[in-house]
């Protein structure tokens, strides 16, 4: 195989580095986390410099998504979501991870969820990955009030996670039957709700103000 | 190990046989999903007569649950959840998932699932068992007009199975940070919503009377 060169001019290393420093991340992320792995602990386990890793995979973030072999750039993803502040995002998260799913990626993040489930390891960077890095992306992009954010992140992932799962890993036949449009014609309300919506508080929690007026369905 | 009894006084087999049974009832459910496979071959594939398999196990549901090690009798709790009909049924819904796997069982569940992930063939059984044996119970139990009862089963599948990966499974930190009555009161209306709710038709599909009422959110 020929060895690629780098645009910069650095020594590029070759298809074997870059091998070894995904074998180096994967052990590192499935033994640390997403959160404690770091990118000069990869390198020094790859037996190369830092500068490097960054070289081929620019960020933490990027050669995670690298090791569990998904070719999204994320940051881009969040921005376009993000783009226009808390309103209309419940619409916009549905329909760009619609998108995303119903790709020619779907085989390869099917495929990344299966395996991250297997391994305890890492799950938990997957975890931490999706926590910190998506979830808290998309809120500090729009800025919710610090005290409800976790709350209303933790209500966001459930509903964005259970139509990844229903729909694309077990392929429940009544979520695969739906048009992306009906699916998001339905979901991208719940998500609004959840992020902008007034949540109920749990008895005993948060303000008891004003509880009637705490709900934020019809039925 | 002694012989189990039967109460019947039928020959109850014994250790080996229950184990052998569950052997191949493992091999049965991967190879032709919940709906393929049959206690009659699960039996010949174990050597033995159906009638023993329903002794041990009295339900293909129940044997498949004793394949995944879980010690749950499903029609019971089905029964409880849609005891008093459609009306609360989201809240009721949420609240007996969150009680089950909150409680002892919570390892085995986990693992279930883990396990159920690694292997198509197992993905497709719980899909299929699901689909067939939990949410369509559910639907018949409340009795929703069947044009859109799939629809909304696809609904209302995403959002408790998002519930269950993200708190038990992936341990998402927002989620677990949260008591079950603070989910209880955030996804129940959720779940209310899908299942009784006016859902928004998709363009060019459903029902477009009245479009401007179809919305079941306060946002």
Redesign the interface.
């Known amino acids: 195989m020929a060895v690629q060169r780098s645009a910069k001019g650095r020594r590029p290393g070759n298809q074997d580095t870059r091998g070894e420093i995904l074998t180096a991340a994967r052990h590192a992320f499935a033994a640390k986390g997403f959160a404690g792995a770091s990118i000069r602990g990869i390198a020094a386990e790859a037996g190369v410099d830092a500068a490097l890793v960054h070289h081929y995979f620019e960020t933490k973030e990027q050669l995670f998504l690298a090791t569990v072999d998904i070719p999204i750039v994320l940051t881009d993803l969040v921005a376009q979501v993000t783009a226009s502040g808390l309103d209309g995002l419940?619409d916009r998260l549905i329909r760009t991870i619609l998108k995303v799913w119903d790709s020619e990626l779907q085989p390869s993040l099917v495929a990344a969820?299966?395996t991250a489930?297997?391994d305890p390891g890492l799950?938990r960077s997957?975890?931490e990955f999706?926590?910190l890095e998506v979830?808290s992306r998309i809120l500090t992009a729009v800025d919710l009030p610090e005290a409800e954010a976790?709350?209303r992140?933790?209500?966001v992932?459930?509903?964005?996670?259970?139509?990844i799962?229903?729909?694309y890993?077990?392929?429940?036949?009544?979520?695969v039957?739906?048009?992306p449009?009906?699916i998001a014609?339905?979901?991208g309300?719940?998500l609004?709700?959840?992020l902008?919506?007034?949540?109920?508080?749990?008895?005993g929690?948060g303000s008891s103000a004003d509880r009637a007026d705490a709900?934020?369905?019809?039925?």
């Open positions: 419940g969820v299966r489930l297997t799950t997957i975890s999706l926590t979830i976790s709350r992140a933790g209500l992932a459930s509903q964005v996670l259970g139509v799962m229903g729909r890993v077990l392929k429940l036949s009544p979520l039957a739906q048009s449009e009906e014609s339905a979901i309300p719940t609004q709700h959840y902008s919506g007034d949540l109920p508080s749990a008895p929690q709900r934020g369905f019809d039925g």
